[in-house]
């Protein structure tokens, strides 16, 4: 199974929350791999990914950038998408790309 992501992982996005829904996923998908289609990584997203448990499973962690032009090659890639966003009334229109 293969749980992707797509945009950007700043304040708004709530990437810690959706690291810790991977390391649940794994308890019923133990084979499952991430992708997050990205520019945004950083040393703080790293260590997030250790502090939830998920530093054995570094290696199903898939980083990538993507032009516009590659983006539904990658969404086409992905079993599952997510997208936790922080809660607020002016996120309450928008919508995941």
């Not at 996923?25 to 939830?52: A, I, N, R, Y």
């Amino acid at each position: 199974l293969l749980l992707g992501y797509l945009g950007s992982l700043g304040t708004w996005y709530r990437h810690r929350e959706m690291f810790e829904f991977f390391r649940l996923l794994l308890e019923t998908h133990p084979e499952s791999h991430f992708l997050m289609v990205t520019g945004d990584w950083s040393p703080q997203h790293e260590q997030d990914w250790q502090e939830v448990g998920l530093g054995a499973f570094r290696g199903r962690l898939h980083l990538r950038s993507a032009t516009r032009k590659e983006v539904p090659l990658w969404l086409g890639a992905m079993d599952l998408a997510l997208s936790f966003i922080q809660p607020s009334f002016s996120k309450v229109a928008s919508s995941p790309t």
